[in-house]
């Protein structure tokens, strides 16, 4: 009795180191997040190159995750939720990495357009975007640490929030753009950086899939509202002499 | 002994069908991407709502696959270059899911962008990255099933071609916004097309360096060369009066 008391024990030190890692990968792609979109706003490179190297401790992090992973089912053959707990793990790791080289992305533009001249109306509209992104990620990661799957599902609706706004910016951009061709490099990398942000808010969204599995057993059920539907709009012609 | 060798074979077998598995989902990937790039250039509507559908197959096996692959490490608890041969097949199917998405996403523009006149020269640039991406997937899918980490290599290196298409092509899309602003939609979603496409050449290097790893059990060492520099430069400004 005693030695099977043991070996829990020492699988749940294993499982919350596991989870440690977890919660130490989303701080540091909240970082990047939050601080590549500040590095876009305020037009500084130095934060946006100290951003582009942070991220590499997301990949290590990553690297690690996995390898624990993998050896915990190899050594404890878990089962049930044990076993959805280290996918779990396994799956977020995932996701922050790709949020990680998303911010690495934007702070990459951000260096890019350094020199130029933004318009203010706009950089509000993809801060906003990126402040929501951030909250969206803080929730989640909150959600996956408290177990709460109440939590994530309010996550995953409230993504369609992010791709209602991405599609209002994708619109905007587009006409900048054709009031005056000098914007279009600028707004180039700014429909790129929204798509990234964009692309955060589906990742969060996955994360709010796998805490809603983690605790039910079962996928959530509903379709998603999809409200990125830039993909398949143009805007409007007009005429431009 | 008898039992022994009844266990390593029905360990190969096992190995043998998830392998079978990204055999197959190698395949679907490559038609989604190909029909998806068909779609785009012959403004076919049918075909790329087909091609959105057969992504839907893809993500299935990725599914298929990491069940099989967990199961597989929980109960042979494989070691060294057995234990690669699960992650690989496990990475792999991650690469093929995301290169599946890519093609649904291309597909989703080709719907977009059915009304458009398309400029054959942008087409055929954006064509022709498109069958480099379709060849790199090709080999290197090869070079998976034969084991063939040199092979593997090759492909790491050629990614850095897709590369220098997407930068001369991101040019030439910006350069024809700014001639005409009418052009704006239809080239934002070829520019968004293009980089769907030089992301399927990252993952198809990651498949590479997947392949490569499985094979020597350690990771390529050089730094790849990487082309895309497209997200931090700016179009030359013309004057537009």
């Excluded at 998303?102 to 402040?131: D, S, T």
């Excluded at 000098?182 to 790129?192: A, V």
């Amino acid at each position: 009795m005693e030695d099977h008391e043991h070996i829990v024990s020492a699988y749940e030190e294993e499982l919350s180191s596991l989870n440690n890692k977890i919660a130490r990968m989303g701080g540091l792609a909240e970082q990047v997040l939050g601080q590549s979109i500040d590095a876009l706003q305020g037009r500084d490179p130095e934060l946006a190159g100290n951003t582009i190297q942070q991220d590499e401790a997301i990949d290590a992090l990553e690297k690690e995750i996995e390898e624990q992973a993998i050896t915990m089912i190899a050594r404890r053959q878990p089962l049930a939720y044990d076993l959805r707990q280290i996918m779990a793990a396994l799956r977020i790791s995932s996701d922050l990495e790709r949020i990680g080289d998303l911010g690495k992305n934007i702070a990459k533009r951000a260096l890019a357009v350094v020199e130029e001249q933004q318009p203010k109306q706009l950089m509000l509209g993809l801060r906003h975007m990126g402040e929501l992104a951030l909250e969206q990620l803080k929730e989640v990661l909150d959600a996956f640490i408290e177990r709460d799957a109440d939590a994530a599902l309010k996550v995953w609706y409230k993504d369609e929030e992010i791709d209602a706004m991405y599609n209002s910016l994708f619109r905007e951009l587009l006409t900048y753009m054709m009031e005056d061709p000098r914007n279009i490099g600028l707004c180039t990398h700014l429909l790129f950086g929204a798509k990234n942000i964009e692309r955060v808010g589906d990742h969060a969204t996955n994360i709010a899939e796998t805490v809603y599995f983690l605790v039910h057993g079962k996928p959530v059920s509903e379709e998603r509202p999809k409200g990125d539907n830039t993909s398949t709009t143009l805007p409007l012609q007009r005429s431009t002499g």
